[in-house]
Structure formats: structure tokens, C-alpha cells
């Protein structure tokens, strides 16, 4: 018997466990005891009850306690070692037949004369009721042990007996937990394992990392995950991992949020000269929610600490003057601002739209990315003295420290879910700790907004400007074009504009979808006397400038693309948008694709157009689509469907290891989480306290990755 098993225990110490299925464990990342606790069942089989014998119907799943009358090899059209059973204290007289298939260690195992406890399918061959290769557990049989032992070559079985002799139900009899497959070993193999090592266990063992709730002690809910007595306790379990996990996340966010607050800053002296001029000539006025953002940041511009604000809206909200306000007002005090875009195509979109709209007053926009610069005296050296007043539009470029801008009072970054945590890091990090507003359009669940953003203070612009025409959103198989081209002429005919998104750029033999160049040919011979564009991220940055600017000024009837203009592209006076092979894309990516249009007025139409028939994969988002234009809705959705990884992407999510997934979307575990690390930074800062090293190591660990300024 070993002393207890400690949670770092090495996989390889384990005297149960062959060299080989040690190695096919480490293969699969489990290396300690804690790893291999910490994989939690994907699911459990409730192998407790069920019918007599007598009353199996075909194809029922039976776990039940069996006499052995018989035992031996049968040949039929396959070799298969069977056993004739019958129920224990069974009246009825009924008779199993167990028979096993490819495994030829069960003849060690078994005899005439043993009891075992068996899970597995009945069916009904010729009359009889079989199992075809069920899970079984010799009981009542105090040799069995040692048979098993004999048996287990290569480490193959273990035998399951328990301190009053008897076995104990691992497999069958019981809530059975069912694991990922790991390769190389047998699921009831693996099953025995964690079982095993539960056994074994020391008593008193600490609790790994911090512990957010000791009522409910850490190893019984790591026993009760594994072999719960019921299945609500592996729920309770559960939520007991994932408040820890969601703990962490928070704290760690928390962590930065106070290193944040603390970063002194500019202040940015209220001086709103530009941005009434700007406000006075727009044609339309802000929304409530523009209004109270704009407020919002520049009380945090005019505060002496490091602004770093997240603005939030919906796709077509309005993000883009809300930012252009804030730049005007660092500007106004004498500051330069710049905005960073993640892309050539939104940088220099911002740039002609920053020139029109400030095009009477003194206020320079200059233009910066890999191809472009129009300003070369723009990166001036420290102490020179450059008076203008000034807005820079840029792309990655101007994250360089060479290209950041001298005196930069204000950094905005548009469309922040396209970069990364560092690079956001980069720029709030960068000498003069300019003020940092960051947008992002992809709306993600609120509680998510805590764990991704939760760093920074957050403005949400929650209403859409009046003005807007609605969007109508249909799903259409492609073979009825006809109706379609009908009503796309009728709306050229009143001067609206279309886009054409695919998802490929040239056709390809390997995927059988549509592409740009290919929807270019084809709409050509449809329209012949209308102005067909292409646009997408193979062409060189002047050609793609040149169509964008060509479609934006009404220069192009149809826009066919790729999802290049899936961010931030703005041209109100196009209300269609047709969507080749919908089905193929992301739900919050057509969302965003959508966002193209019901940008000004008119009424806006997305055609979906997919072979996808309903039950089919990739249909329920189409449906997500054609019901709702709520942006967080939609969130919502894809967070179901694919998971958070996938929709945020990994650079993205800075979420780690997440296990518990499920709660991710869970408010009041993330508030619950959150409420506790904000309260033990306030109470103990510096993480002096001896019950909060643990604490400590993890922001150092952050830090040390330079994850924390
Ligand atoms: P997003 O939030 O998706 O970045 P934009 O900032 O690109 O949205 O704004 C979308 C369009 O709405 C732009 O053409 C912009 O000029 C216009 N717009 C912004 N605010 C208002 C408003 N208050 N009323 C009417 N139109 C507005
Ligand atoms: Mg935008």
C-alpha cells in the first residue's frame, strides 16, 4: 500500500499502471495525479437499474446481478467465449447468454460458479437473450482478485476489491463516469485507473491553487465528479471546479485592472471647440447613447490616470463618431490622436471619411500604413515642435515604436477582436501612457465582457440612430436566382447598390464553393450594362483603395467580394447584400457581413443563399440569422454552437485552459468570481498575506509572459 498519493504525483509512480498505458497517458498530457483527476467524465451512464430479465425488451440496455452455470469457447461463424447466466434469486428462471468477441483474457477471468454484476444491450437471438461483449465485475468472490492479478498481463486489469473483501462496482451497478477515449487504452482501463488513484489518495491533501469555496471540501467533489452517488452531485461538483477556474480568470483580470488604474496618465484638458464644430455639421444628430459614451470618456480623458476604456456597440451603431469625438477633444488640447485599424481597407476608409468630415476645420489627417504614408514629417523626434493639429489613421504599422507618434495624447483601436491582447498591451504600454479606447462591434455575452475585458472600463452604445431602415433577412436556395435578379435590378433601377460576398477568392478543385473572381464573370454576363467591382485580400492595397473608394462614391453597382469588407465598411446607400454559400461561414461573421448594410435610410435586404435543408448541419445559424438582428443574441447563439474558442479565437481569448466551458455564460458564477477577487485586492493589494501566495504566483506568472504593464 503507498503512503497516499500526493496531486503531483508522476502517472509513473503509480505501482497499478504498465509502463505501457503510463506512456500512452503522458502521450495524452497526463503526466500527475492531478492531471488526470482534473479530466473530468464527458458524460455519465446510469448503470443502476433496471427491468427483470423476464421483461427485457430488444435492445434495452440491462445492468444486472448474474450467476455463471456455465462457462466456455463457441464456435460459430467467429470464435466467442460465452457464459450462460441466469438472474440471481431469479424465479423466473430466465437465461442470458454473455458472449465475448475478440477478447480472449475474459476465459481467465471467468468460471462456472462465479457471480457477477454485468452492463451491457440485450438482444434477441433465436430466442435467447444476448449480450454481446457486456462490462462485468465479479462479486462475491474472494479469489477473484488474485485471478485478476494473474491474469492482468501487461498490467491489463486490475482487480476492484474493496476493505470488506467483497469487489467494489466500478463499472457496473452504479453511476458510471465515461471518458474522452485516451488512445491506447481501454475505456474500463482507464475507468479502473481513476478509480484506483481516488482510492489512494492521501487524506488532508491541500487544495491546488486558490480556494474560493472550502465549504464544500475539494476532494469529495473531486470523488463525487468521478463516482457520484447521484448525478445532481456531479453538477454540484462541478460548479464547485468551475467558481475556482472562473476565479482565477477574474482575479487575474482584476489584477491587471488595478495595475491599470494606477498607471498615471495625461490630462486631457476639456476643450470641445473641434468637436461642437464637428457635431454642428453633421447632418444628423447623436443618439442618447453616443451622447452618454462620449461623456463617459471624456470624464476619464480629463482624469489624471491612464484612460482604458473599452466602447461597445453593435455593428452600425455609430462607434466611429464617438471615437472621432474623443480624438477632437485630445486634439483640442493640443494633442495628437491616432486610431489603429486591422485593416488597409477600414485604415483608409477612416482616413476619407476623418478628411470630409473635418474638412473646415484646421484639424490634419494624415494617413499611415505598410504602403502608405502621406505625411512624412509625422514621427517627429522628441522636442520638436510640430504645432498642427492633428488625427492619424493607421494600420499595425503604427504599433512600431519608430512609427508611434511623438506627443500622442489619445490611441484608439477599431475593431479591437482583430487584434490581440498584446498588441492592445503595446500601445498602452508605450512610453507617454496615451489614453487607450478600444472598439469592438463583436458583441460577446455580457458576463464574457468581465473575463475578456474586464481590465477596462467599459461604454456600451445600446441604441441605433433613427434613421435606419430595417433589414429584412431571407434564406433562398441558389437554384431560384430568378426572382432574385428581378428584384435586384428593381433596386439598382433606384439607384441602391448591392454586395456580393463568397467565400473563396478563385475557384478551387478542392472546395466546391463559390468565389469572388468567379461571381465576377458570372454577374457580368447577368448585368452587362451595370458597373460590376471586385474586391479582395489577394489584390494590391492601390487597387483595392481605388474600387473601395469607386463603390463608396456610387462609381460600381455590385461590389462582389470576400469577406474583406466583413469590418467596418461603411456605404449607406447599398441595402443589399447577397451571401454566396452562407452556410460556410461563422453566425457572428455573417452578422458583421450584414452590418454592411441598413447604413443609411433605405430598407436593406440579406440574401442568404445555401443548399443547406433544414435539420442539416450549418442551418441552424441561418435560422439564428433570418429571426433576430440582435447583436448579444447572436452571440449568444454561436457561443452555443461552437464554443468560445473558436468564436473569439485563441490570441483573442487570453482564456486559458478553460475546462468548464458550460459556465462560461453563467452570471452569477462570473459575478460571484468576480465580487470575491475584487474584494481580496482591496483588502490585501500587495498579496502579502501568507493565504494569498498562491495568488501572487499567478499575476507573477501573467507578468513574467507580459501579460501585465
Ligand atoms: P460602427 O459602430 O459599426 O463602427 P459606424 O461608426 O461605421 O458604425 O456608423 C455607421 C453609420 O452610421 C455611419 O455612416 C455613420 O455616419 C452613421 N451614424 C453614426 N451616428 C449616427 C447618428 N446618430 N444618426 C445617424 N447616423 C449615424
Ligand atoms: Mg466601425
Redesign the pocket.
Known amino acids: 500500500m503507498y503512503p497516499g498519493l500526493q496531486p503531483d504525483t508522476p502517472m509513473r509512480q503509480l505501482g497499478f499502471i504498465s509502463q505501457r498505458e503510463v506512456q500512452f497517458l503522458e502521450s495524452s498530457g497526463i503526466r500527475t495525479v492531478l492531471q488526470l483527476l482534473s479530466r473530468l467524465p464527458r458524460r455519465y451512464e446510469d448503470r443502476r437499474k433496471s427491468a427483470p430479465l423476464h421483461m427485457l425488451q430488444n435492445d434495452e440496455m440491462v445492468c444486472v446481478r448474474v450467476h455463471l452455470y456455465h462457462c466456455g469457447w463457441r464456435y460459430s461463424y467467429k470464435r466467442y467465449f460465452e457464459a450462460v447466466a441466469g438472474e440471481l434469486d431469479d424465479l423466473h428462471g430466465t437465461r442470458l447468454y454473455l458472449r465475448w468477441f475478440n477478447m480472449p483474457y475474459v476465459s481467465k477471468l471467468l468460471a462456472t460458479g462465479m457471480n457477477l454484476s454485468i452492463y451491457g444491450k440485450v438482444r434477441l437471438y433465436g430466442g435467447k437473450l444476448t449480450l454481446s461483449n457486456p462490462d462485468f465485475e465479479i462479486i462475491d468472490d474472494e479469489d477473484a482478485g488474485r485471478r485478476l492479478v494473474e491474469a492482468a498481463m501487461g498490467g491489463t486489469l486490475m482487480p476492484q476489491v474493496t476493505e470488506q473483501g467483497g469487489a467494489a462496482s466500478v463499472h457496473t451497478g452504479r453511476i458510471v463516469p465515461i471518458y474522452k477515449n485516451v488512445n491506447g487504452i481501454a475505456a474500463r482501463n482507464y475507468r479502473s485507473i481513476v478509480w484506483h488513484v481516488l482510492q489512494q489518495l492521501a487524506t488532508d491533501l491541500p487544495v491546488p491553487g486558490y480556494d474560493v469555496a472550502p465549504a464544500y471540501p475539494y476532494w469529495q467533489a473531486m470523488r463525487e465528479v468521478h463516482f457520484p452517488a447521484e448525478l445532481e452531485q456531479q453538477k454540484k461538483a462541478r460548479l464547485r471546479f468551475a467558481l475556482n477556474e472562473c476565479f482565477e480568470q477574474q482575479f487575474r483580470v482584476a489584477w491587471r485592472r488595478m495595475r491599470l488604474q494606477n498607471n498615471p496618465g495625461q490630462v486631457t484638458a476639456s476643450c470641445p471647440a473641434y468637436m461642437e464644430e464637428l457635431l454642428q455639421a453633421?447632418?444628423?444628430?447623436?443618439?442618447r447613447a453616443?451622447l452618454r459614451c462620449i461623456e463617459e470618456i471624456r470624464a476619464d480623458m480629463a482624469a489624471p490616470r491612464q484612460m482604458n476604456r473599452l466602447l461597445q456597440?453593435?455593428?452600425?451603431?455609430?462607434?466611429?463618431?464617438?471615437?472621432l469625438c474623443a480624438m477632437l477633444l485630445a486634439v483640442g488640447s493640443g494633442k495628437v490622436a491616432a486610431m489603429l485599424a486591422p485593416t488597409q481597407i477600414l485604415a483608409e476608409q477612416h482616413y476619407r471619411?476623418f478628411c470630409r468630415l473635418l474638412a473646415h476645420t484646421d484639424v490634419k489627417v494624415s494617413l499611415r500604413t505598410a504602403d502608405h504614408s502621406d505625411d512624412t514629417g509625422l514621427v517627429l523626434d522628441a522636442g520638436e515642435q510640430d504645432s498642427t493639429p492633428r488625427i492619424i489613421v493607421g494600420t499595425h504599422a503604427l504599433l512600431y515604436k519608430k512609427h508611434r507618434p511623438h506627443n500622442l495624447g489619445l490611441a484608439v483601436i477599431?475593431?479591437q477582436h482583430k487584434f490581440g491582447v498584446e498588441q492592445r498591451e503595446q500601445f498602452i504600454a508605450s512610453g507617454e501612457n496615451p489614453d487607450v479606447l478600444v472598439?469592438t462591434?463583436t458583441p460577446i455575452p455580457r458576463t464574457l465582457t468581465l473575463t475578456l475585458y474586464g481590465d477596462l472600463e467599459v461604454s456600451i452604445?445600446d441604441e441605433m440612430?433613427?434613421?435606419?431602415g430595417s433589414i429584412t433577412t431571407v434564406l433562398r436556395n441558389p437554384a431560384n436566382m430568378k426572382r432574385i435578379v428581378a428584384f435586384m435590378t428593381e433596386q439598382m433601377d433606384a439607384g441602391r447598390q448591392i454586395y456580393i460576398v463568397s467565400p473563396l477568392v478563385e475557384e478551387s478543385e478542392t472546395r466546391k464553393q463559390s468565389s469572388a473572381t468567379g461571381e465576377l464573370t458570372r454577374w457580368k454576363e447577368v448585368f452587362p450594362q451595370r458597373r460590376v467591382g471586385l474586391l479582395h485580400g489577394r489584390m494590391a492595397a492601390d487597387e483595392k483603395e481605388a474600387v473601395m473608394k469607386d463603390f463608396s462614391c456610387g462609381g460600381l453597382d455590385i461590389l462582389v467580394a470576400t469577406t474583406v469588407v466583413e469590418v467596418?465598411v461603411?456605404v449607406?446607400n447599398a441595402n443589399i447584400m447577397l451571401i454566396n454559400d452562407a452556410d460556410t461561414f461563422g453566425l457572428s461573421q455573417l452578422h458583421q457581413l450584414r452590418?454592411r448594410i441598413g447604413?443609411?435610410e433605405h430598407k436593406s435586404y440579406c440574401i442568404l443563399l445555401s443548399k443547406v435543408k433544414a435539420g442539416e448541419a450549418g442551418r441552424n445559424k441561418l435560422d439564428v440569422l433570418c429571426r433576430t438582428l440582435n447583436g448579444f443574441e447572436i452571440a449568444e447563439q454561436d457561443f452555443l454552437l461552437r464554443g468560445p474558442g473558436d468564436v473569439l479565437g485563441t490570441a483573442q481569448s487570453g482564456l486559458g485552459t478553460i475546462e468548464f466551458t458550460e459556465w462560461l455564460t453563467d452570471a452569477r458564477l462570473i459575478h460571484r468570481a468576480n465580487r470575491e477577487a475584487k474584494a481580496i485586492l482591496q483588502d490585501d493589494p500587495a498579496l502579502n498575506r501568507p493565504e494569498h501566495a498562491c495568488l501572487r504566483e499567478l499575476v507573477q506568472y501573467d507578468e513574467g509572459r507580459g501579460l501585465t504593464s
Open positions: 453633421l447632418p444628423f444628430t447623436l443618439t453616443q456597440g453593435d455593428v452600425g451603431s455609430g462607434k466611429t463618431l464617438v471615437a471619411n477599431d475593431e472598439m462591434a452604445i440612430p433613427a434613421n435606419r467596418g461603411d449607406p452590418g447604413r443609411g
